[in-house]
C-alpha cells in the first residue's frame, strides 16, 4: 500500500506514520510535512523512529499539486482542523475529474476535550474519520446524524502509540530505583506561575523521596516547536531557580515508549502520555492541584479514578485507572485496526465519490474563505496568488539546515531522502 501522511508537527507525524505502519506493516510511507511555525526538526523527526520513504516540507498547494499523490493508495492527514478543511478543498478540486483517487482519512492525536463540534466538522468530507475510542465515536455520531452527515465515514480505532508492553508491578528495581516520570506539556498549564508551580512541586518530590528517581520528561528542546506553544521551557524555568537541583531530579528528552519503559508512576496534568501508562496497566495521577478545568484537559479523565494531586503523590498514591472507563475509551483494545482494514476494503471495491467538506464557499463563504486564504488557498480550493512560485527557496534553504542537523542526530536513514527534496 502506498501511502502517503500530511504532518503539521512531529505529534501529528508520530500519529500518522504509527498508524500508517500499524495498519499495513510494509507499506511504502511517505511523508510530507506541512511548512509552518511547528514543522518538526531532524531531532524531532528522528525520535519517533519511523524513517519514511521520501520526505518533503510543503504548503498546503504544494502538496494537494503533488504529482505522486496519483498513484495514493490512501492519504492520512495529520493536521489541525482548520488546515485540514482546507486540504480537503485543495483535494476535491485537485480530483474532481480523477477517474481514481486515493482514501482520505484523518482523526486526532490524542483525546478530544475541547471544540468537538468545530474540529469534527472542519475533517467532515474525509472518507475515514477515526474515532479512538467507543465513547468518541458515539460522541462524533450524535454532532453528525442530526446534521444529516453520514455516520458510515467514523470508524473505530485506537492511538497507534499505544504499544503491547505491560507494565509489571511486581518488578525488582535492580537496575534503576522506583521511577516517578512528570509528562509536561508545552501549554498546559499556560502561565509561568503554574508551571513554577509544577517544576517546584517535582522537586520537592524528588528530595522527599530520595530513594526515588523523578524524572521530568521534556517534549522539546527549548527553541523547538510543538503542536502547542511552549512559552515557559521547564528547563530554562528550572536554571532560573537558585537553589540546586536534587541528584535524583533528570530532565529527560526522547521517546515517551522508552521513558515509560522505566517509568513505575506517570504523573501529568492532561498529558495523553497518561493513556499511554494506563495502557500498559501502569499507576497514573492525573494532576488536580491547578483545579480540573477544561482549560486544563484534565476533566476528561474525572471518571478514570486516576485525579489526585502532588500532597498525595508525596504520601505514596499510585492509582490505578478503573477498567469500565479505560475499555470505553478505547484504552487496551485487543484488536484496534480491524474495524479499520475492514473498512478501508470495503472503500476499495468501489467507486469513490467526490470530495465533499462539510462547509463550501457557499454554505459558509466567510469562514471557508478565511480559512483557506489563510493557508494560501482561494476560496475553491485552488492556489492563492504565488502560493506554489514562492517555496522553492525557502524549502532547499531548510532542506540544507535539516540535512545537516539530519546528520549531526545521525539520521542516515532519513538524511537521503531529505537530499533528494533539498536539490542539495
Known amino acids: 500500500m502506498r501511502i502517503h501522511v500530511l504532518a503539521d508537527s512531529d505529534t501529528r507525524w508520530k500519529w500518522g506514520a504509527g498508524l500508517a505502519v500499524g495498519l499495513a506493516p510494509g507499506s511504502e510511507v511517505h511523508a510530507h510535512m506541512l511548512r509552518g511555525r511547528s514543522t518538526p526538526t531532524a531531532r524531532q523527526l528522528a525520535e519517533v523512529g519511523i524513517s519514511p520513504a521520501s520526505l518533503s516540507e510543503v504548503t498546503l498547494a504544494g502538496f494537494a499539486a503533488a504529482p505522486e499523490l496519483d498513484e495514493a493508495d490512501l492519504i492520512i492527514l495529520g493536521t489541525v482542523g482548520g488546515a485540514t478543511h482546507a486540504a480537503l478543498h485543495a483535494l476535491a478540486r485537485r480530483f474532481r475529474t480523477a477517474r481514481r483517487r486515493p482514501i482520505l482519512m484523518?482523526?486526532?492525536?490524542?483525546?478530544?476535550?475541547?471544540?468537538?463540534?468545530?474540529?469534527?466538522?472542519?475533517?467532515?468530507?474525509?472518507?475515514?474519520?477515526?474515532?479512538?475510542?467507543?465513547?468518541d465515536r458515539r460522541r462524533f455520531g450524535d454532532i453528525f446524524e442530526p446534521l444529516g452527515i453520514p455516520t458510515s465515514c467514523i470508524v473505530q480505532?485506537?492511538?497507534?502509540?499505544?504499544?503491547?508492553?505491560?507494565?509489571?508491578?511486581?518488578?525488582?528495581?535492580?537496575?534503576?530505583?522506583?521511577?516517578?516520570?512528570?509528562?509536561?506539556?508545552?501549554?498546559?498549564p499556560a502561565d509561568r506561575n503554574g508551571r513554577l508551580y509544577m517544576l517546584r512541586r517535582a522537586i520537592s518530590h524528588a528530595r522527599l523521596r530520595p530513594g526515588r528517581d523523578v524524572l521530568v520528561k521534556l517534549r522539546s528542546k527549548p527553541g523547538e516547536a510543538t503542536t502547542h506553544v511552549e512559552a515557559h521551557h521547564y528547563q530554562a524555568l528550572a536554571e532560573q531557580l537558585e537553589e540546586p537541583l536534587p541528584p535524583n531530579l533528570h530532565f529527560v528528552y526522547g521517546n515517551m515508549s522508552e521513558t515509560l519503559d522505566r517509568t513505575d508512576l506517570l504523573v501529568t496534568v492532561s498529558s495523553t502520555a497518561a493513556l499511554e501508562s494506563m495502557h500498559r496497566g501502569m499507576p497514573t495521577a492525573i494532576l488536580s492541584d491547578l483545579g480540573v478545568r477544561e482549560v486544563h484537559g484534565n476533566h476528561y479523565f474525572a471518571a478514570s479514578g486516576c485525579v489526585t494531586d502532588w500532597t498525595a503523590i508525596d504520601e505514596g498514591a499510585a492509582p490505578l485507572a478503573h477498567e469500565s472507563w479505560t475499555t470505553d475509551q478505547g484504552i487496551r483494545s485487543v484488536d484496534p485496526y480491524g474495524e479499520l482494514r475492514t473498512r478501508i476494503d470495503e472503500l476499495w471495491g468501489i467507486p469513490l465519490p467526490p470530495i465533499t467538506p462539510y462547509y463550501t464557499a457557499e454554505s459558509a463563504p466567510e469562514y471557508v474563505g478565511t480559512l483557506l486564504r489563510r493557508r494560501g488557498l482561494d476560496p475553491d480550493g485552488s492556489p492563492g496568488a504565488g502560493a506554489l512560485t514562492r517555496t522553492a527557496g525557502p524549502m532547499r534553504r531548510t532542506s540544507r539546515r535539516v540535512l545537516k542537523v539530519a546528520y549531526r542526530f545521525g539520521v542516515q536513514r532519513v538524511a537521503p531522502k531529505i537530499q533528494q527534496w533539498g536539490g542539495v
Not at 490524542?110 to 479512538?132: F, P, S
Not at 508491578?169 to 498546559?188: E, G, I, K, L
Open 157 to 188: 480505532t485506537a492511538l497507534p502509540f499505544l504499544d503491547q508492553r505491560p507494565y509489571d508491578a511486581n518488578r525488582t528495581h535492580a537496575q534503576h530505583p522506583y521511577t516517578v516520570c512528570f509528562a509536561v506539556q508545552p501549554s498546559v
Open 106 to 135: 484523518t482523526g486526532y492525536v490524542g483525546v478530544v476535550y475541547e471544540k468537538m463540534a468545530d474540529g469534527l466538522l472542519l475533517r467532515a468530507g474525509a472518507d475515514i474519520i477515526l474515532a479512538n475510542s467507543p465513547f
